[in-house]
């Protein structure tokens, strides 16, 4: 079944700004302008990526460009994840502070958030479902809490999966017709839920062994996802039958909470290796490693986020630094 690997582009890195605490997540938008990272320090940044692409010119001719165009300060406690709305001009961030919070980012001058939705959870995770008026949050509760976004009601799955799950939730993501969600669970689990009925579908227990599942991400056709675990395996799922399709090695991986991403055509996968501090990408469909390069960072990146329309991606450190890279011409 093996053919032969490609090769993955290399890529030019840039440091673009520094938290004052780990900068611990990063979401783009969906159309890949704008770039948020979520710090330990309770700061959310966000960038404009033309910018960046400007900043990485030899010729800046003006002066210094300063890619962070707004920074809000509006929690209380260490931010665990961003997600902007699919049509606007929102972004949404989740923190250990229970909330989370609704940003207009075309207000130049506001820094506060305009809406806040106080969970009774450490809140881990987000996701906006496709439409914009519901979204799913991943907390220390056991089962995924659904919010409509009008109305900010709650709603709990009423049927619990047969094995009760037991542990927070670090992942949780919508498909991208928002059918399905998928979560990524402490207890090692990863499960799928019907996104019209918010029932759990499926239950794959032990995906990542006794360790955390830590990530879990659908393929762009929802037939796959994609999840990682402090096991140091990223793993391949068939959707409709639970089973495991590619097993992905070679990548250190015990400690912190990241995630496996595909690059914007799903041919690649990358990740972290926490021992060798270095980004790792395999070859999607072959397994093989096609690619190891330093990181860049003081100590492993705590997160990787791919751009969803370009060769292009962001990597948080422990180091409180955020870095892009791209794709070299």
Same mark, same amino acid.
């Given at each position: 079944?093996?053919?032969?690997?490609?090769?993955?582009?290399?890529?030019?890195?840039?440091?673009?700004?520094?938290? #004052?605490?780990?900068?611990?997540?990063?979401?783009? !938008?969906?159309?890949?302008?704008?770039?948020?990272?979520?710090?330990? &320090?309770?700061?959310?940044?966000?960038?404009?990526?033309?910018?960046?692409?400007?900043?990485?010119?030899?010729?800046?001719?003006?002066?210094?460009?300063?890619?962070?165009?707004?920074?809000?300060?509006?929690?209380?406690?260490?931010?665990?994840?961003?997600?902007?709305?699919?049509?606007?001009?929102?972004?949404?961030?989740?923190? #250990?502070?229970?909330?989370?919070?609704?940003?207009?980012?075309?207000?130049?001058?506001? #820094?506060?958030?305009?809406?806040?939705?106080?969970?009774?959870?450490?809140?881990?995770?987000?996701?906006?479902?496709?439409?914009?008026?519901? /979204? /799913?949050?991943?907390? &220390?509760?056991?089962?995924?809490?659904?919010?409509?976004?009008?109305?900010?009601?709650?709603?709990?799955?009423?049927?619990?999966?047969?094995?009760?799950? !037991?542990?927070?939730?670090?992942?949780?993501?919508?498909?991208?017709?928002?059918?399905?969600?998928?979560?990524?669970?402490?207890?090692?689990?990863?499960?799928?839920?019907?996104?019209?009925?918010?029932?759990?579908?499926?239950?794959?227990? =032990?995906?990542?062994?006794?360790?955390?599942?830590?990530?879990?991400?659908?393929?762009?056709?929802?037939?796959?996802? /994609?999840?990682?675990?402090?096991?140091?395996?990223?793993?391949?799922?068939?959707?409709?039958?639970?089973?495991?399709?590619?097993?992905? /090695?070679?990548?250190?991986?015990?400690?912190?909470?990241?995630?496996?991403?595909?690059?914007?055509?799903?041919?690649?996968?990358?990740?972290?290796?926490?021992?060798?501090?270095?980004?790792?990408?395999?070859? =999607?469909?072959?397994?093989?490693?096609?690619?190891?390069?330093?990181?860049?960072?003081?100590?492993?990146?705590?997160?990787?986020?791919?751009?969803?329309?370009?060769? =292009?991606?962001?990597?948080?450190?422990?180091?409180?630094?955020?870095?892009?890279? #791209?794709?070299?011409?």
């Amino acid at each position: 079944m093996k053919g032969s690997s490609k090769s993955f582009p290399k890529h030019e890195t840039r440091h673009l700004s520094e938290h #004052k605490n780990i900068a611990r997540c990063a979401r783009f !938008s969906a159309d890949g302008r704008f770039v948020a990272t979520g710090s330990a &320090d309770t700061s959310i940044k966000l960038f404009e990526v033309s910018k960046i692409k400007q900043m990485l010119l030899p010729e800046a001719k003006d002066g210094p460009v300063r890619p962070v165009i707004r920074t809000y300060y509006d929690h209380i406690q260490p931010i665990n994840d961003l997600d902007f709305h699919p049509q606007g001009t929102i972004l949404i961030s989740g923190a #250990k502070d229970q909330t989370i919070k609704f940003f207009d980012i075309s207000k130049t001058n506001a #820094k506060r958030a305009y809406r806040v939705i106080q969970d009774t959870h450490n809140v881990r995770s987000v996701s906006f479902h496709p439409s914009g008026d519901f /979204l /799913l949050a991943g907390t &220390d509760h056991a089962i995924p809490h659904l919010y409509d976004i009008n109305t900010f009601q709650c709603y709990l799955s009423s049927n619990i999966p047969e094995t009760s799950p !037991s542990g927070a939730i670090n992942q949780v993501r919508y498909s991208c017709t928002g059918a399905m969600y998928v979560t990524a669970s402490k207890d090692g689990a990863i499960r799928l839920w019907d996104g019209i009925t918010a029932n759990c579908v499926r239950s794959i227990t =032990a995906a990542h062994g006794t360790a955390e599942a830590t990530s879990a991400i659908f393929t762009k056709d929802q037939r796959f996802v /994609l999840s990682s675990g402090k096991d140091s395996t990223v793993k391949l799922w068939e959707v409709g039958s639970g089973r495991l399709v590619r097993q992905y /090695l070679g990548a250190i991986h015990t400690q912190l909470r990241c995630q496996a991403i595909f690059n914007q055509t799903e041919e690649f996968i990358i990740f972290i290796d926490e021992l060798s501090n270095e980004i790792v990408i395999w070859d =999607a469909m072959t397994t093989e490693k096609v690619a190891k390069w330093p990181s860049n960072h003081v100590g492993a990146p705590r997160w990787l986020e791919h751009s969803p329309v370009e060769s =292009a991606f962001i990597s948080c450190g422990t180091d409180r630094s955020v870095r892009f890279w #791209k794709e070299t011409v």
